[in-house]
């Protein structure tokens, strides 16, 4: 009866140890995780998708990724991460960026599950990148997840078929032609026949050129805005036909005596010593010796008065006493 168990118990363990052999032999199995990357401004959002059941996404509590960033130009190039608000709650998050190689590593370390309830996609945050335009790849199986109830198992994380572009944030806004079709409307009160042929040939080639630029499907800002300033200065440069007749003098305005005075409103040019009629001019100022005039005036009436007083008393002298 013991013999016979013996036996019963080596058969066993022998099986045990078979079975725990061909499971050592089996590999373990992997899981797919796929990376999405959304094409940006300035910014691209980087979303992780876990196909993977519901208990293992819940005990995911940290993650490490690397993504691949080129760019035709990186000289001056800035690239960093913005992580997700919900993965700054509570964790570290960080990132590295390895200008050598290009590779941005991502690190989100924390206790609290990663994915929300029920949830299947995990937005990381974005990547942004400052002074050039790059492309953003996933770095091959560079996904690693680790936390309760993860088990050390092989997450297969693949490429992307093409890179994303994320253009460098200065693209500009829509180009607004208001300006350029206002001023071209208001071209056509300038008529032709109002302004001297050569001023009038200037605002006509500026016009043209402005016509083609508004219907330049690609025109940028700079173009139009350059367009309008041409035609402005066209029109500023406009010269009345009226003005250019005798040398852009205006026409000379007569005084009541029948002389014409220039542009500046002085007189024209007169014989030295004659007046606008002719006369010979007074060199003195009236106003001034009125004053000396009168004065003289009465210095003769003075000594006149005192030689008429000398007279009559000569006359009294000589007449005999009665």
Do not use: W
């Not at 994303?164 to 607004?176: L, N, Q």
């Amino acid at each position: 009866m013991k013999r016979y168990l013996r036996k019963k118990i080596t058969m066993a363990a022998a099986l045990l140890v078979a079975a725990l052999m061909c499971f050592a032999a089996v590999p373990m199995e992997s899981f797919a995780a796929e990376v999405t990357v959304e094409e940006g401004q300035g910014s691209a959002p980087v979303s992780l998708l876990l196909d993977r059941e519901e208990g293992a996404r819940k005990g995911a509590t940290s993650l490490e990724l690397g993504l691949k960033i080129t760019s035709e130009n990186p000289e001056g190039m800035q690239v960093s991460f913005d992580f997700s608000e919900s993965l700054k709650t509570g964790r570290v998050a960080e990132f590295r960026y390895h200008a050598d190689t290009g590779i941005l590593n991502l690190y989100v370390a924390g206790e609290t599950p990663l994915f929300a309830e029920s949830a299947e996609t995990l937005l990381l945050g974005q990547v942004v990148a400052e002074g050039n335009a790059v492309r953003v790849n996933v770095v091959e199986n560079s996904l690693k997840l680790s936390g309760n109830g993860v088990v050390e198992e092989e997450i297969s994380l693949q490429t992307l078929a093409e890179d994303v572009p994320i253009t460098d944030g200065d693209v500009p806004g829509p180009v607004d032609r208001s300006k350029l079709q206002e001023i071209l409307v208001k071209v056509a009160e300038y008529k032709a026949d109002d302004y001297t042929p050569e001023s009038y040939a200037i605002l006509a080639e500026a016009v043209k050129t402005a016509e083609a630029v508004l219907g330049k499907a690609d025109a940028t800002q700079e173009e139009i805005d350059e367009a309008v300033l041409l035609v402005e200065n066209a029109i500023g440069s406009l010269v009345e036909k009226q003005n250019v007749i005798g040398g852009n003098q205006p026409p000379a305005s007569t005084d009541q005596n029948g002389t014409g005075s220039g542009p500046s409103g002085s007189q024209g040019q007169q014989k030295p010593g004659t007046n606008s009629t002719g006369k010979g001019a007074d060199t003195g100022d009236k106003t001034t010796i009125l004053p000396y005039v009168i004065l003289a005036m009465a210095s003769i009436a003075a000594i006149g008065g005192v030689l008429i007083m000398q007279r009559r008393k000569s006359g009294r002298k000589g007449r005999p006493e009665k």
